[in-house]
């Protein structure tokens, strides 16, 4: 195996690390240099749109908000699958497309024991 073949994927990820951390110490550095870090009460307090806080931060939310998350991810991946899948259909051909239909039932499943546990039901 010729690794010459991974030299643009290393250069992509270092450029990528580069790009995601070069400007965070650029930003550490200038304040150590500036010497504007000196932290009061009013810039440690948290801000919570203009109010003081009025609840914890760690306050339980109901089931269903997270089922509801898990229920978007699935149908927004789903979808996500079907563009390439459609534009590539003459090229799988037949085999290609009965997948898709065991892809799409077991999601159909899945979406019908979710609406008869009731988690579509928002109350």
Do not use: S
């Amino acid at each position: 195996m010729n690794l010459d073949q991974y030299l643009p994927v290393l250069l992509f990820i270092l450029v990528g690390v580069g790009v995601g951390v070069a400007p965070q110490a650029m930003g550490w550095m200038i304040a150590l240099g500036t010497g504007n870090h000196r932290p009061d009460a009013a810039k440690n307090a948290p801000y919570e749109c203009g109010f003081e806080a009025f609840e914890d931060a760690r306050m339980k939310f109901d089931v269903r908000y997270y089922l509801v998350a898990i229920l978007f991810i699935l149908f927004d991946l789903e979808i996500a699958f079907l563009f390439p899948w459609a534009v590539a259909l003459k090229e799988i051909g037949l085999v290609g497309f009965w997948a898709m239909m065991i892809f799409l039932a077991i999601l159909v499943v899945g979406f019908i024991y979710e609406w008869k546990k009731g988690a579509l039901d928002w109350e």
